[in-house]
């Protein structure tokens, strides 16, 4: 059980970056942060330190954005970017260790096995890699996502998640499609489709925005959160609601749909809380918006704005504070339960 | 009507380049009484050079809403302003363009790229005034637009075809174009919500038989009325009932199922390469000018994905058009642009889009008059400004007229007052022309 409280969501700390920051990783039990960007390098920042600085890792990197990271150990981050390519990173000398040509086109996300075995990938290649987290050997890869949208132009395999037991990976598209496997075999076991996260214009401006950027299952694996933005008017920006839905993928139901009323833009990157009672989301569109949902209701419990647009986020173990990064910035959110005040002493009686 | 100079519009019947522009120089010469517009021409005996002339033709390919020029034509790879993609090589030496087209890079040798325009307006309605006609707007003059222009100067009186055609299909930013003061007739032929001309069929109350006899009842009237009048209203009148029944005639021309599977197949599924096929069969049956607009590159959100998807179309469709005009004897005539209203700024926003930009981007000209493989004016590193080579739009439609072999400094006369046709200081860009 985690003592956290999203109704006192507050920001406590925010630290501007030259660059774009895209992905990110937390060592566990610090506030040290490894998070890829738009200037094609890994850096580690300690976010908890007095005056945060980030420090770039070394060696042959990477040769465009970089999309995604993860630790398969405390020492060990794989990240990967648009340059196809999966790198193995040692987090205390922050050199490269191993470099592997993981896919012909884009890598969009990472996700990392809970038993830090196994790493996920996915790329506009439409293909989902799984890679042995310690010899970087690919295991197995697999897709249901087709390359061409049915408006004939390049789709998008934009998400990726493993479940909390490990058991099943989703994938996530453009066009709304989510396939769920089983790990171990590679087989596919689900699917589910949110097609209101892809917008198609097809007399305006024909040409479509949107799609699945984010999946997160439930703690006890039953339920997927699938999200992104809804429907859009006017494609040239991000201008529709943030939007979520969540499936009880085994029965192919969509049984929640979360609208957020307040906050526009994409939904980045979604988390359960460990007791399945909340889904904390987070996005945006020019700004960025933390937000905590029940996951029963749907209702909204909290929501903020966030100083930009969020692409992802950390949280620590107890589950009571956020480490988003996004554009030019890295943001801490807190939400943590008030502590009781020590009981005022009782005021001498006065004399009479 | 003359004889052979019009291609029906199927694939059996296609009439050569050659066939084609012999018989137009035959119509030409039997009918030049009546072109008003052309007697300059016989005044200073340049006939022959007329004829070259009116060997070229233009397709635009416009990039609506604002291409980015770090997405196509001027990457900056590992800028801060350059976004995710790639550069990569082309097939002429020391020119590399974005990943995002990849058969274009193969094909750089047809296409010379100016990477320094400095067009000065971010306004999508005052940058495509400015675009379409190459000159900032005049309060007491209404300028034409490219398109017109050249359906003056490349087109034929007697023309079977029309000679200015334009395609926006999208609803987004939709211009129709203007023929500004040279007047209606070179106005464009303007298809927006379907990809055949409305209304251009012949009644189905009147027969083909009844349709030309009242045609030559209203000649002989005309020219009765005509007789001992100047009058170029008259003149103009009298030419655009002749121009009637080839108008009506160039239907098939629209319709690409004249062409084989395979053909179609080659510009692929959308409708963009679907329009750049009825652009090559409307050049090669002798149409002057086609702009075929590409509508929305406005990517102010999600820039990179936006791009992606418009870049694959524009790759494809342009290669296309290409190799089909290429393979067809008609690229070393046709001139392929691609430009919209502006670029896009080397800032990426919050929602990783680019928004108007106008003092640094890029054009690209393709085949007739052109040097292949040229690659004019330089952006500094990260793409903010003008480094090297900064032309102007007037610059780039008197680069565009040379290449056509239309002198850019020849010039109208509205009233008393002497107009060049590109805009006053404008000079050809020379390092791109052949």
């Known amino acids: 059980m985690t003592t956290s409280d999203p109704t006192k969501l507050k920001m406590t700390k925010e630290i501007g970056l030259p660059s774009i920051a895209f992905c990110v990783a937390r060592v566990p039990n610090s506030g040290r942060l490894i998070f890829g960007s738009s ?112 408006h004939d132009f390049p789709s998008m395999l934009f998400a990726v998640t493993f479940s909390p037991d490990g058991k099943f990976v989703a994938t996530g598209d453009k066009i709304g499609h989510v396939a769920i496997w089983e790990t171990n075999s590679g087989t596919k076991v689900a699917t589910v489709d949110a097609p209101t996260l892809y917008t198609w214009d097809p007399r305006q401006r024909r040409h479509s925005i949107g799609g699945i950027r984010s999946l997160a299952f439930s703690p006890d694996s039953k339920l997927l959160a699938v999200g992104g933005t809804g429907q859009i008017g006017n494609i040239d920006h991000l201008e529709a609601s943030a939007r979520t839905e969540i499936f009880d993928w085994q029965a192919g139901q969509r049984v929640k749909e979360i609208v957020n009323e307040k906050f526009k833009g994409l939904v980045e990157h979604h988390v359960f809380d460990p007791a399945g009672q909340w889904l904390v989301s987070s996005g945006g569109d020019n700004g960025g918006f933390v937000a905590f949902h029940n996951v029963e209701t749907g209702k909204t419990l909290h929501q903020d704005k966030a100083p930009m647009h969020v692409h992802q986020f950390a949280l620590n173990e107890a589950y009571d504070t956020l480490f988003a990064v996004g554009h030019h910035k890295i943001a801490v959110f807190e939400f943590k339960p008030e502590t009781p005040k020590p009981a005022e002493a009782t005021p001498a009686p006065a004399a009479s | 009507m003359t004889p052979g100079s019009f291609f029906c519009g199927s694939a059996d019947h296609g009439v050569s380049r050659r066939g084609f522009l012999s018989a137009a120089a035959l119509g030409t010469a039997g009918t030049f009484a009546a072109d008003m517009t052309q007697l300059d021409v016989w005044r200073h005996s340049a006939w022959a050079e007329d004829v070259k002339k009116k060997d070229k033709r233009v397709i635009l390919l416009w990039l609506a809403g604002g291409a980015s020029q770090f997405e196509t034509w001027d990457p900056k790879p590992g800028r801060p302003t350059g976004g995710p993609f790639r550069a990569i090589q082309t097939a002429s030496s020391g020119v590399q363009i974005s990943e995002l087209m990849p058969k274009m890079a193969a094909r750089m040798q047809t296409t010379a790229i100016v990477r320094s325009l400095n067009t000065k307006n971010g306004d999508h309605g005052g940058g495509s005034s400015l675009m379409e006609t190459g000159r900032r707007k005049d309060p007491g003059i209404e300028y034409p637009d490219l398109g017109a222009l050249c359906a003056k100067e490349l087109g034929r009186i007697d023309s079977a075809v029309p000679d200015y055609v334009s395609l926006y299909s999208s609803t987004e930013g939709r211009r129709k174009g203007t023929s500004g003061f040279l007047g209606a007739r070179y106005a464009p032929m303007f298809l927006s919500e379907n990809m055949v001309p409305e209304n251009v069929r012949r009644l189905e109350t009147i027969s083909d038989i009844d349709h030309q006899d009242r045609a030559a009842l209203r000649d002989l009237l005309a020219k009765r009325f005509a007789q001992n009048r100047t009058s170029d209203v008259i003149g103009s009148h009298s030419n655009a009932y002749q121009r009637v029944r080839g108008l009506m005639a160039s239907e098939k021309l629209f319709d690409i199922t004249q062409e084989t599977e395979a053909m179609r197949a080659k510009y692929g599924p959308t409708q963009f390469g679907q329009q750049c096929l009825i652009a090559r069969r409307l050049v090669e049956a002798g149409v002057p000018f086609v702009k075929v607009a590409r509508a929305w590159w406005d990517s102010h959100g999600q820039n990179f994905e936006t791009h992606r998807e418009l870049c694959a179309d524009l790759d494809h469709s342009m290669s296309a058009l290409l190799d089909d005009l290429k393979e067809r004897g008609l690229l070393e005539h046709t001139l392929v642009l691609t430009f919209g209203e502006f670029g896009r700024t080397p800032q990426i926003n919050p929602s990783l889009g680019r928004d108007h930009f106008a003092a640094a981007w890029s054009a690209s000209l393709s085949g007739c008059g052109m040097h292949g493989g040229a690659c004019y004016g330089k952006t500094e590193p990260d793409g903010h400004t003008v480094a090297e080579g900064e032309a102007s739009a007037g610059d780039l439609f008197a680069t565009i007229l040379a290449a056509l072999g239309i002198d850019p400094l020849k010039e109208y006369t509205l009233g008393a007052r002497p107009i060049p046709l590109s805009d006053f200081g404008s000079k050809p860009i020379k390092e791109v022309l052949a």
């Open chain 1, 39 to 150: 200037d094609f390098k890994l850096h580690e920042i300690d976010v908890l330190a007095e005056k945060p600085q980030p420090v770039a890792f070394n060696g042959e990197g990477h040769q465009s954005y970089v999309t995604g990271v993860v630790l398969c150990t405390p020492n060990i981050a794989v990240s990967g970017s648009y340059d196809g390519k999966l790198i193995w990173w040692d987090i205390e000398k922050r050199e490269p260790i191993r470099t592997v040509s993981a896919h012909e086109l884009w890598i969009r996300r990472l996700a990392v096995s809970p038993d830090g075995k196994t790493i996920a990938s996915v790329a506009d290649d439409m293909q989902c890699k799984l890679w042995n987290a310690e010899t970087g050997e690919l295991l197995r890869q697999f897709s249901d996502h087709k390359p061409i949208t049915p």
